[in-house]
Each structure stands twice: as structure tokens, then as C-alpha cells.
């Protein structure tokens, strides 16, 4: 099964910029036919879905907090897939995942079945 590998995280001031990227070992044939999505937790609080975009990379859909902040675009040619996060506030401060699906591109976690171990953000005042 193919892994997944996010990197990118770090300490940022409110109001700063971070970008995520999530790498596959995937062959390049599998990753461009898989949706991606980045998921997140904060501390004492459920997973939650962030952004995800689909195979093609034509489309993504965001969650309503980080709509016109958060950008996700994706290289096949490099399997990986990045969020481009600006005007970070502290309520961003989370575990931040990413997930991989051969099925149709969802918010719902369960429909993922490639995870990644996570990359922590956290934003300070």
C-alpha cells in the first residue's frame, strides 16, 4: 500500500503563512487517479475535514473557516499534493493529515483510506 508523507508544519505567528505538502510513494499511474484531502485536529477536539481536491486536480472545495486562506493545488509529476495556508490565525493550531482515495474525492473521513502520520501546526498570538 502506498504511504503518504506531509511535511511543511511549524510554529508561525497569527497571521503568517505555512505550506503544507503531502508526498506518495505511490506510482505515478495510481496518484494521478487518486482524490486527496487534508484533515485536522486540534487538541481535545475530533478530526475534521480542511480541503480536499479531486484526481484531476480541477477542482477543490475547502471548509467554510479557511476559504480564501487555505489553497490546494496539486503535481503529479511529483505525487504530491501541497496547502498553501496564509493569514494563519490560532485557531488553525492543529494535527494536520492528509488522505488519499481511489473513489470519488468526499469530506468524509471515512472514505479515505490512505493516511498520513500528520504534521502539527501551531499559531501563536
Known amino acids: 500500500q502506498a504511504q503518504l508523507e506531509e511535511s511543511g508544519g511549524g510554529l508561525v505567528e497569527a497571521g503568517g503563512a505555512l505550506t503544507l505538502s503531502c508526498r506518495s510513494s505511490?506510482?505515478?499511474?495510481?496518484?494521478?487517479?487518486?482524490?486527496v484531502a487534508w484533515f485536522r485536529q486540534a487538541p481535545g477536539k475530533e478530526r475534521e475535514f480542511v480541503a480536499r481536491?479531486?484526481?484531476?486536480?480541477?477542482?477543490?472545495f475547502y471548509k467554510d473557516s479557511v476559504k480564501e486562506r487555505f489553497l490546494m493545488y496539486r503535481k503529479n509529476a511529483e505525487k504530491t499534493v501541497y496547502m498553501h495556508m496564509i493569514n494563519l490565525r490560532p485557531d488553525d493550531t492543529a494535527v494536520y493529515y492528509c488522505?488519499?482515495?481511489?473513489?470519488?474525492?468526499?469530506?468524509?473521513?471515512?472514505?479515505?483510506?490512505?493516511w498520513g502520520q500528520g504534521t502539527q501546526v501551531t499559531v501563536f498570538e
Open positions: 488522505a488519499t482515495t481511489t473513489g470519488r474525492s468526499t469530506g468524509v473521513e471515512g472514505d479515505y483510506d490512505v
Open positions: 505511490a506510482s505515478y499511474h495510481t496518484f494521478r487517479d487518486t482524490a
Open positions: 481536491i479531486t484526481a484531476s486536480g480541477d477542482n477543490s
